[in-house]
């Protein structure tokens, strides 16, 4: 299917930043795939098949979530990284950074500066009012900024300081 080979790339992209780690994100895009190729007369009449499918992804993701087994964890740490970037400690940072964020203040960002979407996008793929694409973003952008850069703890008064 042509459009799966065009798509594959940005929606494993897309899921990982979701989901928090490769693993999980080929789970997602393999799942959204699956039923796309069900729904595909439904999904091939859609006014924009992309943002169709953006959504598909997103609900994938959602109830994923909500499944008790989701959330057993065999790894602290992913052993590798599905990034390339020029720093690949700076993509590390933001990626862990990213999971420290609300999941639907993550969706957000994911599909605005990752995914690439609009707010008007954003607002149509997760179902959402534009106002509350726009205050989540704001908010996320806080989470993250606070995730990547951690206040510094005071430093302890020696209590038996020489005189």
């Known amino acids: 299917m042509e459009y799966v080979s065009r798509c594959s790339p940005r929606l494993r992209r897309i899921a990982t930043l979701l989901a928090g780690d490769p693993a999980r994100g080929d789970d997602l895009v393999q799942e959204t795939l699956t039923k796309l190729f069900v729904q595909w007369k439904r ?14 992804l997103y609900r994938v993701f959602i109830d994923d979530r909500r499944r008790k087994w989701a959330s057993v964890r065999l790894f602290d740490t992913m052993p590798e990284s599905a990034y390339t970037a020029s720093d690949p400690a700076d ?10 964020v609300p999941k639907g203040q993550r969706a957000v960002l994911v599909l605005r500066f990752f995914g ?5 996008e954003t607002a149509e793929v997760l179902g959402c009012s534009v106002g509350n694409v726009k205050s989540q973003t704001a ?9 990547l850069n951690p206040p510094e703890a005071p430093l302890a008064s020696s209590s038996g300081a020489s005189r």
Do not use: H, P, W
């Not at 999904?43 to 959504?55: C, E, K, L, M, T």
């Not at 908010?139 to 995730?147: C, H, S, T, Y």
């Open 139 to 147: 908010r996320g952008l806080e989470a993250l900024k606070g995730a």
């Open 43 to 56: 999904a091939s009449g859609a006014d924009n098949i992309d943002r169709y499918v953006q959504r598909m």
């Open 116 to 120: 690439d979407l609009s707010v008007n």
């Open 91 to 100: 993509a590390m940072a933001v990626r862990t950074a990213l999971r420290q």
